[in-house]
């Protein structure tokens, strides 16, 4: 146990001094979302999901927004509470565990933000419940349609694995509209 500890720590260092471009397992990362997940950002049980919490929160302000970020996080670091646990156990973060699962190792984690960045369904707890200020959302919602956010490389502690997120909008086929995005987590030695 100490040794593959040893082992990490090691290829930590090395990954992290060597320099590298932006993300070197962009063509991997590219291939692994055409093949696995663009199709799940067609499902019903995403984009009605999705649709659902629109129509839920289109008069949220700011205020709201910043409350129920402080409640999540408050929540996520005792280890629930009623919001978590309320996305945590709707039909669409069980839909995002069973696609989670069935790619084994290859995907640490998948969650689905609203057209606020607000999280929708998520496959495991998010540190925080409001990701429209950050780079997964506004690469991709606030770039438009067909925007694929693939971010850089990082050595993820809880997972002991090299990890990078792919973020992608999601459109409403039934009208084209742009309606919110999901990030997906990926372990990219897995995509060797």
Do not use: C
Not at 6 to 12: G, I, M, N, P
């Amino acid at each position: 146990m100490k040794l593959m500890a040893a082992l990490v720590a090691l290829s930590a260092a090395a990954f992290a001094a060597a320099p590298a471009p932006a993300n070197e397992f962009k063509p991997q990362i590219e291939a692994f979302f055409a093949e696995n997940i663009k199709g799940w950002l067609s499902d019903p049980a995403v984009i009605d999901a999705i649709k659902a919490q629109n129509a839920a929160h289109v008069s949220l302000s700011g205020a709201d927004i910043e409350s129920l970020d402080q409640t999540w996080r408050a929540e996520a670091k005792a280890g629930g509470g009623g919001l978590v646990d309320k996305v945590l156990s709707n039909p669409l973060s069980g839909y995002l565990k069973e696609r989670k699962q069935a790619h084994d190792d290859a995907i640490t984690e998948i969650f689905v933000m609203d057209n606020k960045g607000l999280n929708v369904g998520q496959s495991d707890i998010t540190s925080d419940y409001m990701q429209g200020d950050e780079g997964k959302f506004l690469n991709t919602f606030g770039s438009g349609k067909d925007t694929l956010f693939i971010d850089d490389v990082e050595f993820d502690e809880s997972t002991q694995s090299f990890q990078s997120q792919v973020s992608s909008t999601i459109i409403d086929p039934a009208t084209g509209q742009l309606i919110g995005a999901i990030t997906v987590g990926l372990n990219v030695e897995q995509l060797l």
